[in-house]
């Protein structure tokens, strides 16, 4: 059973920086990508960063140049660095991982950001 941890959510104010940070547990295989999407209310959940096993990086463009996406210290961690953050950031955040290109997509249960102006 694959489970999804996800950490560093919280509130801070325009300008500034968090880091989350998700552990994909339950799996002896590497991830084949990993990834962080978001989602704000009555809007669809849209990708923000993704990272696969060799080390290619997706950005959405909103966020391109500010926010990074980094493979953790330990086995199937990821981390995100967001800097700059802007009050349109505000939303719940959600790690995902896939262990194949055609394998299963497994979702965390999502960390709450949100950019005071």
């Known amino acids: 059973q694959v489970s999804l941890v996800e950490s560093g959510g919280g509130l801070v104010q325009a300008g500034g920086s968090l880091r989350l940070s998700c552990a994909a547990t339950?799996?002896?295989?590497?991830?084949?990508?990993m990834g962080w999407y978001r989602q704000s209310p009555g809007k669809q959940r849209d990708l923000v960063a993704t990272?696969?096993?060799?080390?290619?990086?997706i950005y959405a463009d909103s966020v391109r140049g500010r926010f990074t996406i980094s493979r953790g210290n330990a086995r199937n961690t990821i981390d995100l660095q967001m800097n700059s953050l802007k009050p349109e950031d505000t939303a719940v955040y959600y790690c995902?991982?896939?262990?194949?290109?055609?394998?299963?997509?497994?979702w965390g249960q999502g960390t709450q950001v949100t950019v005071s102006s």
């Open positions: 339950g799996r002896m295989s590497i991830f084949w990508s």
């Open positions: 995902n991982v896939k262990f194949s290109s055609f394998g299963s997509t497994y």
């Open positions: 990272i696969t096993v060799g080390g290619n990086r």
